[in-house]
């Protein structure tokens, strides 16, 4: 039985996968447009059109699998075609961005896209090709190693050429990173190849290992009161201003003036540090609760919200363990994937109240 409500429901959501579609779709054209005719984005070796290139990374991440589901939900004409357009225009800038937290949760997010996807086919039992469907994708993603590689080899003639023109043997190392000009800001860049590298060798969390000690030290100082309540909205950030810290994070003889602030990195050690196990465990109730809506929806059958909840929770999950400045609650993101979430909780409340 199909009634109006259900008819508003699927409208609503076809119009907010639309969206998020367009918009990577524009945000990556807009950077190939770059690439293409300045010959750089933000960067030289990244494409990034602001400075955050794991944020630019991220929003770019959101529309990527929400326009997936659109084309798998509500293209009627040329869906495989579709599908091939939009994953090689839009899915090298997780790799291209320099972003290593993209180029460790792309291929899983993609091979738990392929598997819902298939699902929501065959629950449909429509004439769908699940054969021709793979093939697409697989042309798709060997379509896209080529693009990527087409910038690498761009991207690094440009820094060369750079370089050059700077006329210096020691180019990066003469770089005055104080001053307002972007190009030196290019000196300091790590080229995709060496990115990769830091994840392969484990190196990537080096910097990570040192700020957590800092936090757990911290956290073992505190008493009963403090673990429970904490010690503050800032204090995330005040542990890595004493001197022990920074000499730990600093190479020696540091000049003050070069001193920047740290945090722990991770909403685990920003929320008992601040607010204690009571603010910690209202975020893990949070993530039970998201749990809870992924488990009911998959378990009904609602394969297109509950993929998009898994792909969006594990990797912001990650994210956030890893990369979270003032906790969960404190990142715009957090609300938008409740949005996602919530809206998918409501979506399985009207069905249950029509059927």
Known sequence: MHNKADGNIDEALKKLFFTGGIVALFLSVLTWIYVIFLGRTFYILRTSLQSDYNQYALSIYIGFFIGLFYILKYSTKYKLIKFFVFITLVGPIFYTSGSRRFLLAILPSFMIFIVFAILYVKRLNNNFNIKKFIIVLFLSLLTSFAIISLYNNHSNKIYE??????????FISSMDVDTDDILHGFALEKSLSEKAETIKSGSALGQREKIWSIAIDEIKSYNIKDLILGKGGSHHRDIYRTDKARKLLFPENTPKEKFHDYHPHSFFFVDILDGGLIKLSISILLIVSIISIFVKLFLRNEYIMSGLIL??????????SIDSINGIFENRLTYIFLIISYAGAFILDEKEKNY
């Open 311 to 320: 792909i969006y929770g594990a990797n912001y999950l990650y994210s956030q």
């Open 161 to 170: 050429k750079l370089k050059n023109e700077f006329n210096s043997d020691d």
